[in-house]
């Protein structure tokens, strides 16, 4: 009785899984072991993970998996957000990392002779070409994204402090959920806490700090203080 329990347990958290891309042998996995065992309709959903099941660019998840695993060069047709019309890329892929429950791809653009990411969701369309692999004999994917918020990194960019001025309201909030590893506390007083954070400055970067609203007060650099600044002029634009 115990292990049954321990089962039905696991098919629930197994069942959030359905449909994603790499798990459509999880279909008749549950089936047949809901038949073995006799669980059909036994199991209750207690995990909900983040997931958009209506995002673009997940069929292509499945050959992208695969072509990373077995070292395979990509033709990929790609229309960025400010593109008129699509372009052909030759990519040679190394990793899949997901951010903000969207999925971004990384690895060694021909065009750019250099390590780019793309957006699933903007890929129209993909091909294995015959062309030899180049390795990625460089980067440590582990440690590559230690200095961003995000997945825009920067290989010439260096990290800098930025100080953030956070409402006491808010704090607890980002105290429990860190902007970034970096993060440390300066002071702490009766209204505020001001942190600092290490990082490289990127989209989003500006836009997680932009998301607190007049909780988070930008203390330096003064480019971020510009850039969020000039993000909420632009918002109050709208409703003028």
Aim: proline share 2%; net charge positive.
């Amino acid at each position: 009785e115990s292990e049954a329990k321990q089962l039905k347990e696991t098919l629930s958290i197994l069942t959030r899984f359905k449909g994603m891309p790499q798990f459509e042998w999880m279909e008749e996995m549950l089936i047949r072991i809901e038949s073995a065992f006799n669980l059909k309709g036994s199991t209750n959903i207690i995990v909900g993970f983040e997931h958009n099941q209506y995002l673009k660019g997940l069929n292509h998840f499945t050959e992208i998996f695969n072509s990373i695993q077995y070292k395979r060069v990509l033709k990929i047709e790609y229309k960025g957000f400010k593109q008129i019309k699509s372009t052909q890329v030759i990519f040679h892929p190394y990793f899949l990392k997901q951010y903000n429950s969207r999925w971004f791809l990384f690895g060694y653009n021909e065009d750019f002779n250099s390590i780019s990411n793309l957006a699933l969701d903007r890929i129209v369309g993909l091909k294995a070409i015959s062309k030899k692999y180049q390795e990625n004999n460089a980067i440590n994917f582990e440690e590559y994204f230690d200095d961003v918020v995000g997945v825009t990194v920067s290989e010439t960019a260096k990290p800098i402090k930025i100080q953030l001025e956070i409402v006491k309201s808010l704090w607890p909030y980002i105290e429990s959920k860190p902007i970034h590893g970096s993060q440390r506390i300066i002071s702490k007083k009766q209204t505020n806490v001001i942190i600092e954070l290490e990082v490289q400055i990127n989209y989003e970067l500006i836009t997680t700090i932009f998301a607190y609203g007049e909780g988070v007060k930008v203390l330096q650099p003064e480019e971020v203080r510009v850039g969020i600044m000039n993000k909420a002029k632009a918002l109050l634009n709208n409703y003028l």
